[in-house]
């Protein structure tokens, strides 16, 4: 069972342009939003995360946009670059003494020189 | 990678063989995650554990067992191991109260 959704799949940009990442969830425990990034041959890595009392976070040229009502969230990548070529994941967890982690299944992220 | 390291990175071995995947830390976190990443589903839970000598299992925890005698490692074991165990795995690791999840550098894993 899929938890997070998440879309496209795959995405390819031009430089400059703005990359738009969507995730849907189900468990309305939730409480906590990630986004990894990760290259090849390496692990992921936390970019930004959003809790679910704010709509908006920003860090630089990365924007959370979260809705709560619609159980939805929003990864964006202003002025993008080709050195942002990556896949992108988003994450959910909930309440729990292990703070497990639900993963989007990926976008593969190529942005254009 | 935050202080994780995993071994080997990479191995080969034949259907119906037990390995042993290690994940070592050296930030003292309370928290540690085997995960599993596979094209089309992202990156799934296997087993965590919580402390010394606690675990539990996550969403794919069939085929696989963990065990964690020291704060600093965490054990995987495909006690006979299948192909349909070829996979990425990852560690991570985590304090519990900052939510955030630090990864190693993964082990990629082959069964013929």
């Known amino acids: 069972q899929q938890q997070v959704k998440q879309s496209p799949q795959s995405l390819i940009v031009q430089k400059g342009g703005i990359s738009i990442i969507n995730c849907a969830y189900e468990?309305?425990?939730?409480?906590?939003f990630p986004w990894y990034q990760q290259f090849p041959g390496k692990g992921p890595a936390l970019l930004i995360a959003i809790r679910p009392d704010v709509s908006e976070k920003k860090e630089g040229r990365f924007t959370i946009s979260f809705n709560k009502s619609a159980k939805q969230f929003s990864l964006h990548i202003m002025d993008s670059q080709p050195g942002d070529s990556a896949t992108y994941f988003c994450?959910?967890?909930?309440?729990?003494?292990?703070?497990?982690?639900?993963f989007g299944s990926g976008t593969q992220l190529t942005v254009l020189p | 990678d935050a202080g994780i390291t995993q071994s080997p990175r990479h191995k080969v071995t034949e259907t119906g063989t037990p390995v042993t995947l290690r994940c070592h830390q050296t930030e003292n976190h309370r928290y540690m995650y085997w995960y599993r990443q596979d094209p089309g589903h992202g990156l799934r839970l296997i087993h965590y554990s919580y402390g010394v000598k606690d675990t539990d299992k996550g969403e794919v925890s069939d085929g696989y067992s963990v065990s964690r005698s020291k704060t600093e490692d965490f054990l995987l074991t495909l006690e006979s191991a299948t192909s349909s165990q070829t996979s990425v795995y990852f560690c991570?690791?985590?304090?519990?109260?900052?939510?955030?999840?630090?990864f190693g550098p993964g082990t990629r894993l082959l069964v013929l």
């Open positions: 468990n309305t425990a939730f409480d906590y």
């Open positions: 994450a959910a967890s909930g309440t729990g003494s292990a703070r497990q982690l639900t």
């Open positions: 991570a690791i985590s304090d519990g109260a900052a939510e955030t999840q630090y």
